[in-house]
């Protein structure tokens, strides 16, 4: 069973930066698409960053040049650099691992890590 647990999420203030962590259990980690997702208070999930096998990665346009993907698959560890932070941003933040091509979430959600951006 993948178990996915999410880390590195805090308060901030606009402008800032933070690096969320991944770490997943269960799955040959290698072979899979990782995503991260976001759920704002109110709102849908929506997955704004997302890394292949390959490491080729795809953003949400709402934080294109501002998110960075990154996976290292020896720790089973997906990362999500996030730099010039938004007040919009805040949200709790959650990986799973990405069906190719849907781009559909496979794995049970961990418990988030919440980011919040102050103005």
């Known amino acids: 069973q993948v178990q996915l647990v999410e880390s590195g999420g805090g308060l901030v203030q606009a402008g800032g930066s933070l690096r969320l962590s991944c770490a997943a259990s269960?799955?040959?980690?290698?072979?899979?698409?990782m995503g991260w997702y976001r759920q704002a208070p109110g709102k849908q999930r929506e997955l704004v960053a997302s890394i292949t096998r390959a490491y080729t990665t795809n953003y949400a346009d709402s934080v294109k040049g501002r998110f960075t993907i990154s996976r290292d698959n020896a720790k089973k560890t997906v990362y999500l650099q996030i730099d010039s932070l938004k007040p919009e941003d805040t949200a709790v933040y959650y990986c799973?691992?990405?069906?190719?091509?849907?781009?559909?979430?496979?794995?049970?959600w961990g418990q988030g890590t919440q980011v919040t951006v102050s103005s």
């Open positions: 269960g799955i040959i980690f290698s072979i899979n698409a």
């Open positions: 799973n691992v990405v069906a190719i091509p849907t781009m559909r979430p496979i794995g049970s």
